[in-house]
Nanobody
């Protein structure tokens, strides 16, 4: 079992920046990948960015390319999402996710953190 704890959400003006953090903990686990997803009311949860834990290979959804970066600290089992040039449409609840095997679905989820971008 892996527990994920997120931090770093908040309110920011358009054009501003925020950094989200997510730390994984548990007993005897090995991460395969971690990622960030976001969800707005009435919509499905969408992928934002992911990082492969061993290779560092990253993926970004098109709408955040060039504005968001994802990084990891292997020693701390922590993933970061640096969000720059934020837009009102980035407003959502952001969820951290993790998987310990190369499956399609992410098995472990954080509690979510609200990001609100004002215009």
């Amino acid at each position: 079992q892996v527990q994920l704890v997120e931090s770093g959400g908040g309110l920011v003006q358009a054009g501003g920046s925020l950094r989200l953090s997510c730390s994984a903990s548990g007993r005897s686990f090995s991460l395969h990948a971690m990622g960030w997803f976001r969800q707005t009311p009435g919509k499905e949860r969408d992928i934002v960015a992911t990082v492969n834990w061993s290779s560092g290979r990253t993926y970004f959804t098109d709408s955040v390319k060039g504005r968001f970066t994802i990084s990891r600290d292997n020693a701390k089992n922590t993933v970061y999402l640096q969000m720059n040039s934020l837009k009102p449409e980035d407003t959502a609840v952001y969820y951290c996710a993790a998987k310990t095997s190369p499956t399609i679905q992410y098995r472990y989820w954080g509690q979510g953190t609200q990001v609100t971008v004002s215009s």
